[in-house]
């Protein structure tokens, strides 16, 4: 199963935006889709973005996501990154990538923190 690192994360001011990036242990061309996923303090997991390659037209965004965040995918690099824009108080969480759908016995990375905050 693939690993991912994840990195990025910070401190924003409401309004601002970041550039979260997550890097597989393998060539991740063969997954179906890689995710983006966000926990904040006392709430489950959720799904933000996913993205089945590296077109940008096979993008696709939860909500709470929407016209704010931008999911890009690199095969040659294995990477997968998340710009986000017009950040908010309600984005903070730790940020994780995964493949989805989630099988149940996938293994999370720590994570990167992004705390909205003025």
């Known amino acids: 199963q693939l690993q991912f690192v994840e990195s990025g994360g910070g401190l924003v001011q409401p309004g601002g935006s970041l550039r979260l990036s997550c890097r597989a242990s393998?060539?991740?061309?063969?997954?179906?889709?890689v995710g983006w996923f966000r926990q904040a303090p006392g709430k489950q997991r959720e799904l933000v973005a996913r993205?089945?390659?590296?077109?940008?037209?096979?993008?696709i965004y939860e909500e709470s996501a929407k016209g704010r965040f931008t999911i890009s995918r690199d095969d040659d690099t294995n990477t997968v990154n998340l710009q986000m824009n017009s950040l908010k108080p309600e984005d903070t969480a730790v940020y994780f990538c995964?493949?989805?759908?989630?099988?149940?016995?996938?293994?999370w990375g720590q994570g990167t923190q992004v705390t909205v905050s003025s």
């Open positions: 995964n493949s989805w759908p989630l099988q149940g016995s996938e293994p």
């Open positions: 993205i089945f390659s590296s077109s940008s037209a096979d993008a």
């Open positions: 393998g060539d991740i061309y063969s997954v179906y889709f």
